[in-house]
C-alpha cells in the first residue's frame, strides 16, 4: 500500500474538525448524520485536494488544537453565508 502524502500546511498531521451546533433554529436534519455526510464529502472530494484526510468530531465547542465548523443562526457580515476564521487557539509562530 502507498504510503500516503500530506499536504505541507499540516505537516503530516491529519486535521480534526471540531463540528458543533449554536443555532437556536432547527437545521432541519440530523446533526450527526450531517456530520457523517460531510465526513463523507470530505473523505471524497476534499482530502484529494488537501493531499491529507481530516477527521470531523462532534463537540459542543471549540477542541483545542482543532479546526471548526460552526453553525449559527445569522452571520456577523451581511450576506455572509459562510466564511474562514480563527479559533481561540494561538497560531503557532504568530505573537
Known sequence: ??????????????PTI?????ATVDLGVDFDALIAALQEYVDKYV??????PAKLIK?????KGAWAI???????????LAYHDLTPDPIQGVR
Open 70 to 80: 460552526v453553525f449559527l443562526d445569522d452571520a456577523d457580515e451581511a450576506g455572509a
Open 1 to 14: 500500500m502507498p504510503r500516503p502524502i500530506f499536504g505541507a500546511f499540516n505537516q503530516g498531521e491529519i
Open 18 to 22: 471540531a463540528c458543533f451546533n449554536k
Open 59 to 63: 463537540t459542543t465547542g471549540f477542541k
Open 47 to 52: 482530502a484529494p485536494v488537501w493531499a491529507t
